[in-house]
């Protein structure tokens, strides 16, 4: 079954630093999202991106985060500039339309760690 | 707006049935999921139900859904070692809408 897939796996970055976060979503999905899992707690929605746009986004989603699909296979998350509360897993989510098509299919995560 | 609870911790006896509750607080929801997360690994879909069931059956899952009281729960039957992990309920509003996740249960499955 596709898959979808995010890199890196694990990101160390300093606070201030800005960082992409890659995410390859399944090829014929239109939907797609991004969450995150501070340690040990709940998954948090963070945005979501349908017809090269923004359609949601939440309160943590401030002017530090953007979005973007650069081509026609990536969607990448980056932060700006880093704090240490970023320090998180980061989830990419993706879902096509049909019958499945309420399915967000996650992405493994890459966790973020700011020193 | 949207919340989503869960118990925090369950623990069982292998071979004994385990039973996960979820509330949710959004009437209109339209899709409850369940998730499985393993230590260190993403979420794993294990199963969904839509609102205008009662109850899902797959293989050892049952999703049993009380709409009236806003309550779901996932029923392992045979829970196994392999089953530990944390479970995540959550809602979702239509097709397009973002998911809300609860804060996830731990189970632990005792040899």
């Known amino acids: 079954e596709p898959e979808v897939t995010q890199t890196p796996s694990h990101q160390v970055t300093q606070m201030g630093q800005e960082v992409i976060l890659r995410c390859v979503p399944i090829s014929n999905h239109l939907y797609f999202y991004w969450y995150r899992q501070i340690l040990g707690q709940k998954v948090e929605f963070l945005v979501s991106f349908y017809n090269n746009e923004i359609s949601e986004k939440s309160e943590i989603f401030d002017d530090q985060f953007s979005v973007e699909r650069p081509d026609g296979s990536n969607f990448t998350l980056k932060i700006r500039s880093t704090k240490l509360e970023d320090s998180a897993m980061y989830f990419c989510a993706s879902r096509g339309d049909g019958n499945r098509g309420h399915e967000q299919f996650f992405g493994p995560g890459t966790r973020l760690t700011v020193l | 707006g949207e919340d989503v609870e869960q118990s925090l911790f369950l623990s069982v006896r292998e071979g004994d049935s385990s039973v996960i509750n979820c509330t949710y607080t959004d009437s209109s929801s339209t899709y409850l999921y369940w998730y499985k997360q393993e230590p260190g690994a993403g979420l794993q879909l294990l199963t969904y139900?839509?609102?205008?069931?009662d109850m899902k059956q797959d293989q050892r899952l049952t999703v049993l859904l009380n709409k009236k009281d806003k309550h779901l729960s996932l029923r392992i039957a045979d829970t196994q070692t392999g089953d530990s992990a944390i479970y995540f309920c959550a809602e979702k509003l239509g097709n397009a809408g973002k998911s809300t996740f609860g804060d996830g249960t731990t189970l632990t499955v005792k040899p």
């Open positions: 139900i839509f609102s205008n069931m």
